[in-house]
């Protein structure tokens, strides 16, 4: 079965336009066109499309994430790069993790902050 690029947003919670910004920046070199030249996306353009928005999500830069479809794209002797790549960008999520964590301790003081203040009706306590 084949899809459509709003079916193919639709599936994956994206829009069309990001799908096509996607194909403009290199992204998609995997997603075939019809002969009139638009995009027909398969089952497998999914795993592809989950992993992109992956790395995106957690904030790896469009360039690098070309760069990782590059090196996929050019087979098994790649894959010393790729593994570098997503070990890097690993390193990188954890350090936001941890500064998430952080901002949410911050965020639940002052929850219980303004929970207390709300019930005493005031904020000298």
């Known amino acids: 079965m084949t899809?459509?690029?709003?079916?193919?947003?639709?599936?994956?919670?994206?829009t069309a336009h990001t799908l096509r910004f996607y194909d403009k920046e290199g992204l998609l070199?995997?997603?075939?066109?019809?002969?009139?030249?638009i995009r027909s996306f398969k089952e497998s353009d999914?795993?592809?499309l989950?992993?992109?928005?992956?790395?995106?999500?957690?904030?790896?830069?469009?360039k690098k994430?070309?760069?990782f479809i590059d090196f996929?794209?050019?087979?098994?002797?790649?894959?010393p790069q790729r593994l570098e790549i997503i070990r890097n960008h690993k390193k990188d999520?954890?350090?936001?993790?941890?500064?998430?964590k952080e901002h949410m301790e911050t965020i639940d003081?002052?929850?219980?902050?303004?929970?207390?203040a709300v019930a005493e009706v005031t904020e000298d306590m």
Not at 4 to 13: P, S, Y
Not at 50 to 62: E, F, R, S
Not at 109 to 116: A, C, P, V
């Open 3 to 14: 899809y459509t690029i709003t079916q193919a947003a639709q599936r994956c919670g994206l």
């Open 29 to 37: 070199p995997y997603v075939d066109r019809t002969p009139r030249g």
């Open 46 to 48: 999914f795993e592809w």
């Open 50 to 62: 989950q992993v992109i928005n992956c790395l995106k999500d957690t904030g790896m830069p469009i």
């Open 65 to 67: 994430i070309k760069e």
């Open 72 to 79: 996929c794209m050019q087979g098994d002797e790649t894959l």
């Open 93 to 100: 999520v954890e350090v936001q993790m941890a500064q998430l």
């Open 109 to 116: 003081y002052k929850l219980r902050y303004y929970e207390t």
